[in-house]
């Protein structure tokens, strides 16, 4: 027994002093730019919790509640949040590697007969006899080339790449549920400004058509008149279909049947008034901050394991076996009762070794294969960087110049409103015709729609700048990656042990906010 201890003892020492191939990961370099352009829309003030937590610059209640009930209810980040219970077991499975791949207990009972002619001499010996035997074996491929430790790297990538696909699917959600609510307000404010119209409208036609009866004018004015109102009310219906898909679309993204939304919304109405100025920090804060860029990383981290799993497939791979158990039978004094007698014991150990001559063909392309899968991720990690600074830089030149542009459409539909009073009183004393006014009510009505459109604009084109930047990731702090319900019928499906705990699949707060801080810095300096 002593033997068999040393034997596994040297084992763990050989272990201990062996290396792992393939090439240790590093943050790639990518282009990024030492500040923002110059923008109107920009404050040096620095990234803070009103930037973190940006949907709340709207001060608006109904937003806020809005974006708490999707964090907490949403399906689609719920799916995210079990795809890292699933990434977390598949991580505990790879550390399991690390110890005998296969161990087990196995018994037998056999009865044998043997020939009475060879041992009728034999005193003592009984032909027929039973024997029974308990074993618990074990066999152990020893990670001596790292094949294993690297995989756990791999698995690990991926776990934490599961918790940014998270983080980045929460930061998508919040903007949708802000951007299809300002949808939403946009069109009920559209709906107004037609109402109003249709209302100027209808008086500008009942002069019209007093003035038609009365012999002052001609009946084109009275068609004139019918025409334009007709027209402006055709676009109610439009404009209500789309209020009803974007509120069914709001509906989806709470996590709730469509047509349940109009209690949350209430019933006052109004576009949220966006902040003039944001505070977006520097390019290579997005390299810390927004989660694709974090998982686009990650994922490079999880290919380069994965060629030193393929490496270490090339190289011998040594193994012990070893068996430790009883054996008895009823041979002369022996009975089945002594199984477990010390002095039944039986021992068994071994090693061994397999050299993939044969293979080397295909063991080698495989990691010609995990080389180029990683070249790919590196790429696209750089990519990601670059595709990131052009998200902001587009918002914010969009979110300036909605701004400069809701300025002019303001002063416009000022003075078209008092162009149509004009028009009207003009029509009235009979100093002009019945053209000028519709010209004017045409105009009114466009110039009104656009500022409700432009208004809508101006907040869309912020709440891009603020997805762009990564805000929003942070409101998961203090809340599990998956919902009680969800958890409940896990655990009532499959044995999850203390897995569905947090504590048991997510990183310590502490711990996953120092490798955040240490990632970001090792990529600011890569960078």
């Not at 209690?263 to 804060?285: F, H, M, N, W, Y």
């Not at 009505?445 to 459109?453: K, Q």
């Not at 912020?462 to 919902?483: F, H, K, M, T």
Request: glycine share 8%; with cysteine; aromatic share 8%.
């Amino acid at each position: 027994m002593r033997g068999v201890v040393s034997f596994f003892i040297v084992a763990l020492m050989v272990l201990s002093t062996s290396c792992m191939v393939g090439p240790n990961y590093k943050t790639p370099k990518a282009d990024v730019a030492p500040q923002w352009q110059p923008s109107p829309a920009l404050t040096n003030r620095p990234f803070s919790d009103a930037e973190t937590y940006w949907w709340r610059n709207f001060k608006d209640p109904v937003l806020n509640q809005l974006v708490e009930t999707a964090c907490r209810s949403n399906l689609s980040l719920q799916i995210a949040g079990v795809r890292i219970l699933q990434t977390r077991a598949n991580l505990n499975r790879s550390i399991g590697n690390l110890f005998p791949q296969e161990q087990g207990v196995s018994g037998q009972v056999a009865y044998t007969r043997l020939n009475d002619n060879s041992f009728s001499s034999v005193p003592g010996v009984n032909p027929n006899f039973v024997s029974d035997q308990v074993l618990f074996g074990a066999t152990w491929e020893i990670d001596f080339w790292g094949k294993y430790r690297r995989g756990i790297q791999s698995d690990r990538a991926e776990f934490l790449g599961s918790l940014a696909a998270y983080e980045d699917a929460m930061v998508t959600l919040i903007a949708d549920v802000a951007s299809t609510y300002v949808h939403i307000r946009t069109l009920e404010e559209q709906l107004r400004v037609a109402e109003g119209n249709m209302a100027t409208q209808k008086e500008s036609l009942g002069i019209a058509t007093a003035q038609y009866q009365g012999g002052e004018t001609s009946e084109r004015d009275l068609q004139q008149a019918t025409a334009r109102l007709a027209q402006t009310e055709s676009q109610i219906p439009l404009l209500n279909a789309s209020l009803v898909q974007n509120k069914n679309g709001l509906s989806v993204l709470l996590g709730e049947s469509p047509g349940r939304l109009g209690e949350r919304l209430g019933a006052t109405s109004r576009i949220p008034v966006a902040p003039t100025q944001l505070a977006a920090g520097i390019p290579k804060d997005l390299l810390r901050r927004r989660p694709d860029v974090r998982q686009a990383g990650l994922k490079a981290a999880s290919y380069s394991a994965l060629i030193g799993v393929a490496k270490a497939n090339m190289y011998p791979a040594f193994s012990l076996s070893g068996d430790f158990g009883y054996s008895a039978n009823n041979q002369g004094s022996t009975s089945l009762s002594d199984l477990f007698n010390w002095q039944n014991r039986a021992v068994n150990a071994g090693a061994g070794v397999v050299f993939p001559v044969f293979n080397y063909g295909r063991l080698v392309n495989q990691v010609r294969v995990q080389d180029a899968q990683f070249e790919q991720a590196l790429l696209s990690y750089q990519n990601t960087v670059l595709t990131a600074q052009q998200e902001v830089e587009n918002g914010l030149a969009n979110f300036a110049d909605q701004q400069s542009c809701l300025v002019s459409l303001n002063r416009a539909a000022v003075a078209s409103r008092r162009s149509t009073e004009l028009a009207l009183i003009q029509y009235k004393g009979g100093q002009t015709d019945y053209t000028t006014v519709l010209t004017a009510e045409q105009s009114q009505l466009s110039v009104e729609n656009d500022v409700a459109i432009t208004r809508g604009n101006v907040v869309l084109g912020l709440i891009a700048v603020y997805r762009a930047l990564g805000g929003g990731w942070q409101a998961r702090d203090g809340r599990d990656v998956v919902s009680d319900a969800v958890k409940a019928e896990m655990s009532r499906r499959t044995d999850w042990g203390k897995m569905l705990q947090p504590s048991h699949h997510l990183p310590p707060p502490a711990k996953a906010v120092k490798q955040k801080a240490a990632a970001g810095k090792e990529m600011k300096e890569e960078s």
